[in-house]
């Protein structure tokens, strides 16, 4: 299965089970200490006896001064159960597990991996909690919104299929949060508007290739030596999977951070758009520091915007709005662009940004961004 297969099957909903390593998940969180002080963590699509963000947040329970944490998982996710360490005689639904305290119970030294084990199977012996759920663990059922009321932030890798409509109970609760998604989602019509109104926000881990455990083997041989490189056996179903950006609402000093611009803008390196009155800039490094007036620029610029140095104005392609601005293709142009690149699927009543390089050749960018400085 080819990783566009793996994204693909995640969307359409007929695989959501990617399961995020610690080392990734501790690599992001390092970030965010301060956030978490006397806080209630919620993780609400994850089976602690499979989630590393349940582990993680065990683990750091003391370190990062939680108030509690509160876990949920989904009764029909099919990785579930697998590991059980024969805490349920018949296969459960879905449970809750609540955690108000932990301690090196061992007494070796630290909080780990073996200290969270003992406390999932000495549950009800202390103040922690397993508690069934009347429903199926569905992060919109009753029971899963009314657990959200209480927490202060939601962290986790919420289903690839679900995702507009995981924010969307996020953003309803008005809760923070901190979690994962792909890189594609910046220009979903539900996401870009809250990116543009400063209620999301793609923080450090931005477009990164990741390797996630999943319920299939990749036998491809990229696949294979991606995740092998990466220090995982593809054997145990480990899978490359692209473009993956932390989505979040918690505020951190890289956001608002100048992005450094070294070009000046000249007519010939700009070129302003055939469809369009605004200049094309190809790669984010390039936005020229002398511009004022609006650019397109590629989406990767997400990761670089500062709210008080850039105003985020349109998507180009799924945004009805924008394309009412955007012209139609010229004949002229058409002709141009297949003469130079091939036969194309372009056709004149296609409201597309188009333009000519310096040295005339006719282009068709790739999803961009509309912006301009502010100061
Ligand atoms: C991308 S996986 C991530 C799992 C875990 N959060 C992690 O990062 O390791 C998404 C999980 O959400 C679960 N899920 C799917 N639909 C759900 C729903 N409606 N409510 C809650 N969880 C759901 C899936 O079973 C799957 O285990």
């Not at 597990?97 to 199977?121: K, P, S, T, W």
């Not at 199926?136 to 029971?143: A, L």
């Not at 490094?285 to 850039?310: A, G, R």
């Not at 390089?357 to 400085?373: E, G, K, Q």
């Amino acid at each position: 299965m080819s990783w566009n297969e793996n994204l693909h099957n995640a969307k359409t909903g007929k695989n959501d089970e990617f399961y995020t390593q610690l080392i990734d998940i501790e690599k992001e969180l390092q970030h965010y200490k301060e956030h978490f002080k006397g806080k209630t963590v919620f993780c609400n699509c994850d089976d602690p006896y499979e989630s590393n963000f349940f582990k993680y947040f065990a683990m750091n329970f003391n370190h990062l001064w939680l108030k509690k944490l509160i876990v949920t998982w989904y009764s029909t996710s099919s990785i579930a159960y697998t590991q059980l360490w024969g805490l349920f005689d018949v296969r459960p639904q879905a449970y809750k597990i609540e955690i108000n305290e932990m301690f090196d119970v061992n007494q070796d030294g630290c909080e780990d991996l073996l200290d969270v084990r003992y406390f999932l199977e000495h549950l009800n012996s202390s103040k922690n909690k397993l508690v069934a759920l009347k429903g199926d663990g569905d992060f919109r059922s009753t029971e899963s919104l009314e657990l959200l009321q209480e927490a202060d932030i939601v962290v986790t890798n919420p289903p690839f299929s679900l995702f507009r409509e995981y924010v969307n109970v996020l953003m309803r609760y008005q809760k923070k949060f901190l979690i994962l998604g792909n890189m594609n989602a910046i220009t979903y019509k539900e996401i870009f508007p809250l990116i543009k109104e400063n209620k999301l926000w793609t923080w450090y881990g931005f477009n990164m290739s990741m390797v996630y455990k999943t319920t299939y083997p990749n036998l491809l041989e990229a696949n294979r030596k991606y995740v092998i490189w990466k220090g995982y056996n593809p054997d145990d179903w480990y899978v490359k999977v692209p473009a993956i950006c932390w989505y979040t609402n918690l505020d951190i000093n890289k956001r608002h951070e100048d992005l450094i611009m070294y070009k000046k803008y000249t007519k010939d390196e700009y070129p302003k758009y055939e469809t369009f009155d605004a200049i094309d800039v190809n790669t984010v490094s390039e936005i020229p520091f002398d511009y004022y007036w609006i650019m397109w620029v590629p989406k990767t610029f997400i990761d670089k915007y500062n709210p008080n140095q850039f105003e985020l104005l349109w998507y180009e392609r799924e945004d009805e709005n924008i394309q009412v601005w955007i012209k139609n293709m010229s004949k002229s142009f058409l002709d141009d662009y297949r003469k130079y690149w091939g036969k194309w699927h372009y056709t004149s009543w296609m409201k597309m940004l188009c333009y000519y390089d310096n040295n005339r050749i006719p282009r068709i960018p790739f999803s961009r961004i509309l912006i301009r400085r502010k100061k």
